[in-house]
């Protein structure tokens, strides 16, 4: 515990010194549980929805490129959808590819944002498989527009 506490210590000023969202995603990555560093950086063609966790004794994580559609109804929700590479570096190596879909709520009053998304893998080193039970819930605190 004390480990994960000097590493988020160490990790999260990189990621809030150039990420616009910074917070926590619970569920982990990839089916691996547990909870995991989450930071989203615009880049004016989509966004990067980058991981960082802790589980097992192992490190994941994830980097997606995702799309942001259209408001639902003109309101402060938003969906999106993306694929990026996924890492799990344990007492084995996983090395995949990762779809994501989600919905997320960006509060008006107050620089918080909400979200829930769903992201299937297709693992293909060490262990050639489907995995379909990795679901999230994002918390982040929202430093841009």
Known sequence: MLRLLIIVAFVTPVFSA??????????????????????V???????????????????????????IVEPISGEAFNWYVGAGASTYIGNDFFLGASGEIGLEYRFNSVP????????????????????????????????GS
């Not at 150039?18 to 930071?39: P, V």
């Not at 802790?54 to 799309?67: K, N, P, R, S, T």
């Open 18 to 39: 150039s990420a616009q969202e910074i917070g926590i995603r619970l569920g982990g990555n990839n089916g691996f549980g547990g909870a995991a560093i989450d930071g």
């Open 41 to 67: 950086f615009n880049t004016g063609l989509g966004r990067i929805h980058g991981n960082l966790g802790f589980y097992d004794g192992g490190v994941g994580a994830d980097a997606l490129w995702d799309f």
């Open 112 to 143: 918080i944002v909400l979200g829930l998304d769903w992201r299937p893998t297709f693992w293909i080193i060490t262990d050639t498989r489907f995995g379909v039970d990795s679901f999230g819930l994002n918390v982040r605190w929202n430093f």
